[in-house]
T-cell receptor, first 117, second 115 residues
Framework: AQSVSQHNHHVILSEAASLELGCNYS??????LFWYVQYPGQHLQLLLK??????LVKGIKGFEAEFIKSKFSFNLRKPSVQWSDTAEYFC???????????????FGTGTQLKVEL | DTAVSQTPKYLVTQMGNDKSIKCEQN?????MYWYKQDSKKFLKIMFS???????INETVPNRFSPKSPDKAHLNLHINSLELGDSAVYFC??????????????FGPGTRLTVT
């Protein structure tokens, strides 16, 4: 079974600072990768996804992530954060093997980002 | 337009009661899911249905019973509620089977508090 690690549990940044949130997964086969964001009191929204192709993927709101297969990593980045980026960020991984749909989306434990003015 | 909706948004009940949470998606998706988010924000899959057929059934107590009357609806019934069932329950849907190139769309969540 796969697992996902997010190393930073709480991150506090000032506005305009650069952001990098780490995500590592353990799984030996082909995976699809996601970053979701959960704003306070709201549901999860997809920030970006990687299925195949260019390992540098761009998402909404200026976020991007890079898939490094050799490191089993999918780190999230943003060059300049805003106060409105304050939220919980979840990395998620799903293997792409079982044709019957039994693949499970596994989430990391989340990173709470607080952006201060 | 709400893509994945859940009712109720908040549910406060006493131990031992039976309650249901409803989920509907208007995206035309074939697959629906239930997730549980605990107090530490950890999200874990509980069930998955594809075209009304149960695909994933994680090791959850059998007090939890999902029901999918059609592919746009997935309800969650919980019998004999316990304190440990307190959590936020998220419904999600995707266009195809999990593991394909399909992202999952999440509902707003139902915060269940058992007292």
């Amino acid at each position: 079974a796969q697992s996902v690690s997010q190393h930073n549990h709480h991150v506090i940044l000032s506005e305009a600072a650069s952001l990098e949130l780490g995500c590592n997964y353990s799984y030996g086969g082909t995976v699809n990768l996601f970053w979701y964001v959960q704003y306070p009191g709201q549901h999860l929204q997809l920030l970006l996804k990687y299925f195949s192709g260019d390992p540098l993927v761009k998402g909404i709101k200026g976020f991007e992530a890079e898939f490094i297969k050799s490191k089993f990593s999918f780190n999230l980045r943003k060059p300049s954060v805003q106060w409105s980026d304050t939220a919980e960020y979840f990395c998620a991984v799903i293997p792409n093997i079982l044709p019957g749909g039994g693949n499970k989306l596994t989430f990391g434990t989340g990173t709470q980002l607080k952006v201060e003015l | 337009d709400t893509a994945v909706s859940q009712t109720p948004k908040y549910l406060v009940t006493q131990m031992g009661n039976d309650k249901s949470i409803k989920c509907e998606q208007n995206l035309g998706h074939d697959t629906m899911y239930w997730y549980k988010q605990d107090s530490k924000k950890f999200l874990k899959i509980m069930f998955s249905y594809n075209n009304k057929e149960l695909i994933i059934n994680e090791t959850v107590p059998n007090r939890f019973s999902p029901k999918s009357p059609d592919k746009a609806h997935l309800n969650l019934h919980i019998n004999s509620l316990e304190l440990g069932d307190s959590a936020v329950y998220f419904c999600a849907s995707s266009r195809g089977l999990a593991g394909g190139h399909y992202e999952q769309y999440f509902g707003p969540g139902t915060r269940l508090t058992v007292t």
